[in-house]
């Protein structure tokens, strides 16, 4: 099973949608997680934390399920500029220090 | 701002030549990381560092070498290039603390023929 693992998608909305990406992770002891966003044919950056009571950031909101080992984020009102790639990520401690595992992401296209 | 970058944002390279990728953070970033990314593969890790001079084995190591001689440089190193290893190469540096942002850079295009 892979460590941390997202619908590829693409998912197709139209603007001032609603939509909901998931993400799944293996490891029971990760301790961190966070939303990155990534533009066509550009480096992710940071879109957001992940917090064990959901968070929300404007039109964004992060939720968490630790018994589940779930990770949700849920954009509203969707603007073309959402247009890209949500890449989901967890932090987990290893022997020699620890990893950020990047899930392969999803693809989010808003039409107008 | 946060600045990270690269050495060339595109590199044709022939197989079995010795590539360098350099990487140069501007926000005295203690950890810095370099990825590699594929299509249906996404980031995958290949070396990190904590600090000068030490370095760690990422997911991939293997064809891959690093060196970190000063703190806000990190060098990606293909001792002898292969086609497989044609691909994105992401740097990124962050604080010590792991759960803080990690900054990427624009990425390199290697293509190795």
């Known amino acids: 099973r892979k460590e941390v693992e997202q619908d590829p998608g693409p998912f197709n909305v139209p603007e001032g949608a609603t939509v909901a990406f998931n993400c799944t992770y293996s490891?029971?002891?990760?301790?961190?997680f966070f939303w990155y966003r990534q533009d066509c044919r550009k480096e992710p950056k940071l879109l957001m934390s992940v917090y064990s009571s959901g968070n929300e950031d404007g039109r964004f909101t992060a939720q968490l399920n630790r018994a589940s080992q779930y990770i949700s984020l849920l954009i509203r009102d969707s603007k073309l500029s959402d247009s890209a790639t949500y890449l989901c990520?967890?932090?987990?401690?290893?022997?020699?220090?620890?990893?950020?595992?990047f899930g392969k992401g999803t693809s989010l296209l808003v039409t107008p | 701002d946060v600045k990270v970058t690269q050495s060339s944002r595109y590199l044709v390279k022939r197989t079995g030549e010795k590539v360098f990728l350099e990487c140069v953070q501007d926000m005295d970033h203690e950890n810095m990381f370099w990825y590699r990314q594929d299509p249906g593969l996404g980031l995958r890790l290949i070396y990190f560092s904590y600090d000068v001079k030490m370095k760690e084995k990422g997911d991939i190591p293997e064809g891959y070498s690093v060196s970190r001689e000063k703190k806000e440089r990190f060098s990606l190193i293909l001792e002898s290039a292969s086609t497989n290893q044609t691909s994105m190469y992401l740097c990124?540096?962050?604080?010590?603390?792991?759960?803080?942002?990690?900054?990427f850079g624009p990425g390199t295009r290697l293509t190795v023929t």
């Open positions: 990520v967890v932090y987990t401690a290893r022997n020699s220090g620890y990893a950020l595992n």
């Open positions: 990124a540096s962050s604080f010590r603390q792991a759960y803080r942002e990690q900054y």
């Open positions: 490891n029971s002891a990760s301790q961190s």
